[in-house]
């Protein structure tokens, strides 16, 4: 441990505020040199990067994807009670800025170049940087940041001409101003114009479905911050008007490729790191079986997880057989004591997670239509019908048959904060951060659906019961991830004004401003 946070403290000096890396030689020559290295080819590497380094085996399967429980760790237990590495976090965190200033360099070409897609490459750029600081605001609190439609001087992040110390922004102020830029992106795309055309792997160059984007994402920040910040309900109305997800067509996702360097960031931590830590929790089955909540059974099940005791290798195949058998579905128990472990980690009685997941190929969800619903459903004070259709959306998003797609949503408990809340959380699935977020927010999944903190589980026998004790003396789900520790030798001073204005100090129980 000791020799990674060394690696750790002498890397993010390199990597936090660069103004490129390795892979984009050149990219500070003249633009119209024919070999600088073409912007479309920046984004797609900086998006992939964002995905690759949220959605991996460390920021997501060691880190929120346990604490949400998604999935539960089989071999090392620590993190899943919420003793995580501090490695993970600074990398993260490394990687995230280093996406961030790409986005920068993209807007600055394009500026230059002033051609008629260079709006569209502004625009984009300017919406993949509203979700990479959130991702960092979410996680962090106050970080350093950095706009292109504002002269805030606490906006430093990404100048290195100017400092390689910036402040940290308050996290008010940064939240206000991803709803700003969503917006003016959104009114910068001319839809006569691609948008990065193949180097656009998330959408593949449809500014249409980016101005989906842009304002369905302003929808979930401004739904997010509504309770603190008075401006987020005209962002709300203002979103939906100009335009949100309409279809699952629409849905924000990044591709990947079938050879190993262009795989999906999970299925790289089972095949390429050759790692098999990483099971279904037991709490998202029962859930899923309908042992937990009010839902009954899910017919998801089947298209989330793989039946117990099916190798990593078949699940990627898809060379498997899903079963209408419950008892075929069996998660890994969550927040195991140390001393229990043992007698309840074997891979042959365990279900990983579907083809659909761990599979080379698979796209990771920026957002989705589904959850596009569940907002509106919200913001129109729990609506039945929009409920419904979420959970619907979902359900064919997964490829559940449509028989049992409508006796499922037939027999939906009603629509009210609870209900709307859980079934997001089972849209949300593999989309960890904003599960963790939500939870945060307002609270759901509770106890019922979750084992929070002092509550009881069950071990895999199903009878022998144990408790959920974090390993950090703390009584709830992480707040927030602490300060990664290399901030603290190259930016001091600033961290610790950031940390000073937290309530709690730099810990994980500190509350972030929008949380009640």
């Not at 760790?73 to 800025?97: F, H, K, S, V």
């Not at 996702?253 to 098999?276: H, I, K, L």
């Not at 509550?455 to 959920?468: A, M, Q």
Request: hydrophobic share 35%.
């Amino acid at each position: 441990m000791k020799y990674n946070k060394i690696i750790g403290f002498a890397l993010v000096g390199l990597m936090t505020f660069t103004s490129c890396d390795s892979d984009l030689a050149g990219v500070n020559e003249n633009p119209n040199d024919p070999e600088m290295v073409p912007t479309y080819t920046i984004f797609n590497r900086a998006t992939k990067r964002v995905m690759d380094n949220t959605r991996d085996g460390w920021m997501a399967a060691r880190l929120t994807s346990p604490w949400v429980q998604y999935g539960a760790q089989i071999n090392y237990i620590e993190e899943d009670r919420y003793l995580y590495r501090e490695t993970t976090t600074q990398g993260g965190w490394n990687q995230l800025y280093f996406a961030a200033n790409n986005f920068k360099k993209i807007i600055e070409i394009a500026s230059e170049q002033n051609l008629s897609t260079s709006p569209n490459e502004i625009a984009a750029a300017r919406v993949m940087l509203a979700y990479t600081f959130m991702t960092l605001a979410d996680h962090w609190g106050d970080v350093p940041y950095w706009s292109y439609g504002s002269n805030d001087p606490e906006f430093q992040a990404l100048n290195i001409q100017e400092t390689t110390t910036p402040v940290y922004a308050p996290q008010s102020k940064i939240y206000a101003d991803l709803l700003k830029e969503l917006s003016e992106a959104n009114d910068q795309f001319t839809l006569d114009q691609p948008v990065f055309g193949a180097g656009d792997g998330i959408y593949d160059g449809d500014a249409s479905k980016w101005k989906k984007f842009a304002n369905s994402l302003r929808l979930r920040i401004a739904n997010r911050v509504k309770g603190v910040l008075p401006a987020a309900q005209a962002h709300i109305t203002d979103a939906i008007n100009d335009g949100v997800f309409e279809s699952n067509a629409d849905n924000a996702a990044q591709t990947y490729g079938t050879s190993s360097s262009e795989g999906n960031p999970f299925w790289a931590t089972f095949f390429v790191d050759a790692r098999t830590d990483f099971a279904v929790n037991d709490r998202f089955i029962r859930l899923l079986k309908g042992d937990n909540g009010q839902f009954g059974y899910d017919p998801r099940l089947q298209q989330m997880a793989a039946p117990a005791g099916t190798s990593v290798a078949n699940v990627s195949s898809n060379g498997y057989t899903p079963s209408d058998d419950l008892d075929d579905y069996q998660g890994m128990p969550y927040g195991l004591p140390e001393n229990r472990l043992s007698a309840n980690n074997p891979i042959a009685g365990l279900s990983f997670a579907s083809n659909q997941v761990i599979s080379i190929d698979t796209p990771e969800i920026l957002m989705e239509y589904s959850e596009v619903l569940f907002i509106l459903s919200e913001v129109n004070g729990w609506d039945q019908g929009y409920y419904e259709q979420g959970v619907r959306a979902s359900m064919e998003k997964w490829g559940v048959e449509a028989s049992k797609v409508d006796a499922f949503v037939a027999g939906l408990p009603a629509a009210n904060k609870e209900n709307v809340i859980s079934q997001k959380y089972v849209a949300l699935y593999m989309q960890p951060q904003e599960a963790w977020a939500e939870y945060r927010r307002t609270g759901y999944p509770d106890g019922d659906i979750l084992l929070l903190p002092g509550g009881t589980g069950l071990e895999i026998d199903g009878t022998t019961t144990y408790v959920f004790n974090p390993l950090p003396e703390i009584n709830h789900m992480p707040y927030r991830v602490r300060y990664p520790e290399g901030e603290f030798s190259l930016n001091e001073a600033n961290v610790n004004e950031a940390s000073s204005r937290l309530s709690n100090g730099d810990t994980m129980e500190s509350k972030l401003w929008w949380m009640p």
